[in-house]
């Protein structure tokens, strides 16, 4: 039956459903229907699918190319979303796109959207039909999750009356097109030959490598880059601390130590957020803890994990300097995503960096021109405010009229958690300078 499906792939028959229009989801659909196939996507938010099937899009931000792609597959009838399984009944291939997050206490991944998709999908899978996950999950899920929950909802067996496969998406906001249609993916079958049908799908608009591999080893290639990544970043964050306890600049450092060959240190900040890079390092070890007992990773989780913080103290310090208390002081916040020129504010360092400014018994005020609860003025957060935070490279924040947003404060503090604005421009607008790695 493989073949036949294959064969249904190869010459555009093959009825898609994508189940969780997201910010992988949607985009997913939204190219397998410009690659010529019928698809139907699944979603739970009622909200979400009656603006897909207006035309529009729901991803906000400056995310190039989305809201025509979705225009133009929607208005030519290849692309419909939908809040009901039984859509997915002449379903030949099913792709599921949802949320896989970690307990913020245990660190273990919950399950609870992907068990909840398996039960639904059962009851409608057709025989025959090929399951993607494209979620990134914990190795090991595959085969102790997603395989038992599809037998046990189906009544089917995997392998013989349905297919699986793992191809773990590597998709960012403000990149989501770019990323979907030029990273290479590991396509991970069940067997050989569904991974050889899956290659034969995503070849419709991945112009990157499409590595053909296990699910096993599919899952362990996801979680482990956005590790070490982690690690990288905690390494950065790290070495700016130590700048800032000896006196020096980190990213004079960093440009420097670059220059030796094999070194690529990357940049510090104020945090790591979104829906991958917090979460995937302890999906990584999620499974194997007891017989590895992890320790680089857990410890850039710590080191990263404690960045929102450090911004408080290095606001806190600014202001004592001049005499300031933090506590009711008001403090402006520019940036709420996790991530520039976006509206993805999920896990995003700004949110546990305003929960400490709160807990210190500050006043902080959060603009962001993406995210919709804070898309007040600039003008606004910044009268009469204390001191300034930047937690967002956003472009809009590199242009900000410094000379006005200082007249306008009650004392003149700048704390840059990305390195957005110069020194020396900061200095002559008359503020005390403050930089993540950078005193």
């Known amino acids: 039956m493989i073949d036949q499906l294959t064969a249904k792939i190869r010459n555009k028959t093959a009825h898609i459903s994508v189940i969780g229009l997201g910010y992988v989801g949607l985009p997913v659909a939204s190219m397998m229907a410009k690659s010529g196939f019928r698809v139907t996507g699944i979603d739970i938010d009622a909200e979400r699918i009656a603006t897909i099937n207006r035309g529009e899009s729901p991803i906000g931000g400056e995310e190039p190319g989305i809201a025509a792609l979705i225009a133009e597959v929607v208005t030519g009838g290849r692309l419909r979303a939908s809040t009901d399984y039984d859509e ?31 039960a639904r999908l059962g009851g409608v899978l057709a025989t025959g039909a090929l399951v993607i996950v494209e979620s990134t999950i914990a190795p090991g899920t595959m085969h102790g ?20 496969g793992h191809c773990p998406e590597r998709v960012t906001p403000g990149l989501l097109l770019h990323n979907l249609t030029h990273m290479n993916r590991t396509v991970g079958g069940l067997t050989p030959e569904i991974a050889q049908a899956m290659v034969s799908l995503y070849a ?7 590595d053909p591999a296990d699910v096993l080893t599919a899952e362990i290639v996801k979680t482990a880059e956005n590790a070490y990544r982690d690690v990288q970043i905690a390494f950065a964050n790290e070495v700016a601390l130590i700048c800032e306890a000896l006196g020096a600049n980190v990213y004079n450092v960093r440009t ?40 680089l990773i857990p410890s850039a989780r710590a080191v990263n994990s404690r960045m929102p913080s450090h911004m408080v103290d290095l606001v806190e310090a600014a202001l004592g300097r001049q005499g300031i208390a933090l506590e009711n002081a008001k403090i402006a916040v520019l940036g709420y995503a996790f991530r520039e020129d976006t509206d993805d504010d999920r896990d995003s360092p700004t949110t546990y960096m305003v929960a400490e400014l709160e807990r210190r018994g500050a006043k902080p005020a959060i603009q962001d021109p993406y995210v919709s609860e804070h898309k007040q003025s600039v003008e606004a957060v910044t009268q009469d ?39 020396a421009t900061a200095e002559n607008c008359g503020f005390t300078y403050v930089g993540v790695g950078n005193l």
Not at 103 to 110: F, Q, R, V
Not at 150 to 161: C, H, M, N, P, W
Not at 258 to 265: D, F, V
Not at 406 to 420: E, P
């Open 145 to 164: 999750i997603v395989i038992p929950g599809l037998e046990a909802s189906s009544g089917k067996r995997a392998g013989v009356d349905f297919y699986v």
């Open 385 to 423: 405010a204390h001191a300034l935070i930047i937690m967002v490279a956003h472009s809009v924040y590199k242009q900000i009229d410094l000379q006005a947003v200082a007249a306008r404060m009650s004392a003149r503090i700048l704390v840059d958690g990305r390195n957005v604005i110069d020194r």
């Open 204 to 210: 419709n608009y991945v112009t990157g490598d499409l």
């Open 88 to 118: 997915l009944r002449a379903a030949d291939v099913v792709i599921i796109c949802v949320d896989t997050p970690v307990d913020d206490d245990t660190h273990l991944p919950s399950y609870r959207a992907l068990r909840s998709v398996l």
């Open 256 to 295: 420097l130590l670059n220059k030796s060959p094999g070194r690529a240190m990357l940049m510090p900040g104020a945090g790591v957020g979104g829906h991958c890079i917090p979460k995937d390092p302890w999906l990584l070890i999620a499974n194997v803890r007891d017989s590895v007992q992890p320790q």
